[in-house]
């Protein structure tokens, strides 16, 4: 049931979060839109790190901006495609869906979850800096809480 957690398409998102959520194309397209200015197809392509076929370019590009991704507006011809939102923008709605889908169940299905992000948080280098700020988080949430409590 679990096998495809385990796979390297997950081990590969604990670094970057968008490797779960886009293929390695599409990836490295929106690494180069997130780079700079508006790109055409062509752009995109000629900036391409490895030989990709320009209408594969040209697809990937249009699924992103199915998946809203990216924004696009023509100009003559050609489409020139910007990021939708900036790449951290992306990352922390992500992580807010993941964590959301994880913390549904209840307080009590939560603890496994928080005990993980924890010891995540603190086997990192810099962890205990980390961790004050983890704490220091959590107070001005818990503030926040009693503030609007009636």
């Known amino acids: 049931m679990f096998r495809g957690l385990w796979g390297s398409r997950w081990r590969s998102a604990e670094r970057d979060p968008l490797a779960a959520a886009l293929g390695s194309l ?5 690494d180069l839109i997130w780079e700079g200015h508006a790109c055409t197809v062509r752009e995109v392509h000629a900036k391409m790190a490895r ?13 992103l901006f199915k998946k809203g991704f990216v924004a696009r507006t023509r100009e003559g011809r050609a489409f020139v495609y910007t990021a939708a939102r900036t790449r951290a923008q992306v990352e922390t709605a992500m992580a807010s869906g993941v964590l959301g889908g994880l913390l549904a169940h209840g307080a009590g299905d939560a603890i496994p979850i928080l005990s993980n992000l924890v010891d995540a ?7 205990a800096e980390l961790l004050d ?10 503030r ?3 503030e ?3």
């Open 26 to 30: 599409e990836r490295q397209v929106m």
């Open 51 to 63: 030989a990709v076929a320009y209408t594969t370019v040209m697809t990937t590009l249009d699924r």
């Open 121 to 127: 948080v603190g086997s990192q280098d810099g962890g």
């Open 133 to 142: 700020a983890l704490e220091a988080l959590v107070r001005e949430r818990r």
């Open 144 to 146: 926040q809480l009693e």
């Open 148 to 150: 609007h409590e009636p």
